[in-house]
């Protein structure tokens, strides 16, 4: 599997999850997860939450090369779903520490949707500090914006580019390198 999907909604049908599958729909090495179909539990200090769904999650980006996590805009930040996911990633400094260095280098994209025509300014910080922090590349975000819920995402040219550009990533790191 080289795209893995991780969706993180209260509606597992809709608009943030059809964006994703648009995304992925000309990606021919890819898989989507549901979060909402899954247990997994709240970071927990004590690490109580061995047997729930993250560390088989986790497994699953090491064989990935490339990872789109998509979530709604709810009240300006991310849904609960993906939040309480990436509390998760504290597993993957403590008892999992090895399994976390394994994201180095993989890149890290965002997809969301929200009724506002533009995302909130601060909505994608903590996605980006994320990959910061496991020494991913960061590799940008999809937001588009949806009116009501029963609006269906239609295919358009800022889709296609943003499944280009994570089917086929420029790094500017390399590209700068070899100027």
């Known amino acids: 599997m080289s795209y893995l ?5 209260s509606r597992s049908g809709g608009q943030t999850a059809q964006l994703v599958r648009e995304v992925f729909s000309g990606l021919d090495d890819g898989q989507i997860i549901d979060l ?12 109580g939450n061995q047997g729930d769904d993250f560390l088989p999650i986790a497994q699953m980006m090491m064989r990935a090369e490339t990872i789109v996590l998509a979530s709604p805009v709810y009240w300006y930040t991310m849904s609960a779903q993906m939040k309480a996911f990436i509390d998760r ?9 090895p399994l976390g260095k394994r994201l180095a280098g993989k890149r890290l994209y965002l997809v969301a949707t929200g009724a506002q025509p533009t995302v909130p300014n ?28 029963s609006e269906d ?12 550009t994570v089917k086929s990533p420029i790094d500017l790191r390399e ?3 070899s100027i």
Request: proline content about 3%.
């Open 153 to 164: 995402i239609i295919a358009n040219s800022e889709i296609s580019a943003f499944a280009q």
């Open 5 to 9: 999907g991780i969706i993180g909604t």
């Open 122 to 149: 601060s909505f994608d910080q903590p996605f980006v500090d994320l990959a910061n922090y496991f020494d991913m590349r960061w590799g940008g975000m999809l937001y588009q914006q949806v009116r009501s819920e």
């Open 175 to 177: 590209a700068m390198l």
């Open 36 to 47: 909402n179909a899954l247990n997994i539990g709240y970071f927990d200090y004590d690490y």
């Open 89 to 97: 990633f504290n597993d993957l400094t403590g008892p999992y520490k």
